[in-house]
């Protein structure tokens, strides 16, 4: 599996989801948790989404409650959360593992194609994010207290390269 779309994961309501349907698009995936220090982020994800899903960028959140137990809710206790929180309109999944030997195969990608410093492989908290360009290929690894807001100088180019190439 060399790329993104070769995975899919179930959406928040128990739904089947091919990455496969973001083709073409610049995606940030980011673990997140509703009871977390970095929760705020959420708010920042979606004013940065809001800006540039109309320019071919989506955001994929993927619920983890593998740090201090900082998402405990069920699917419909997230979504919830989210709605009435944040007014989060983009996608986000069931909650899966991140690390470990349960890690969705999803994230067994994103930790080999793009390690940690140090060529560290392991999710050290939530909201550690992952760029994804348009052929679905892991372009950079952002730690957890990277403000979403601090990744859109390097949405800019991938987000040109698309719409010179169209």
């Not at 089947?16 to 977390?36: D, F, M, Q, W």
């Not at 760029?131 to 990277?146: H, Q």
């Not at 990744?151 to 040109?160: F, G, K």
Request: proline share 6%; charged share 20%; aromatic share 12%.
């Amino acid at each position: 599996m060399d790329n993104v779309y070769s995975f899919s994961a179930n959406n928040l309501a128990g739904q089947p989801v091919a990455l496969e349907s973001y083709r073409g698009k610049v995606l940030l995936i980011v673990n997140t948790a509703s009871r977390c220090g970095f929760t705020p982020q959420y708010r920042e994800l979606e004013d940065l989404y809001r800006a540039l899903k109309d320019r071919g960028f989506a955001i994929l959140g993927f619920p983890c409650n593998q740090f201090g137990k900082q998402e405990p809710g069920s699917s419909g206790e997230i979504a919830d959360f989210c709605e009435s929180n944040f007014r989060i309109s983009f996608p986000l999944f069931e909650k899966i593992e991140v690390n470990g030997s349960q890690a969705h195969p999803l994230y067994r990608y994103l930790k080999s194609a793009a390690p940690g410093l140090l060529g560290s492989q392991a999710i050290k908290w939530n909201f550690t994010k992952f760029l994804i360009d348009r052929d679905g290929l892991a372009v950079r690894r952002y730690s957890p207290m990277t403000k979403p807001g601090a990744i859109q100088a390097d949405l800019e180019p991938l987000l040109a390269a698309a719409s010179n190439s169209d």
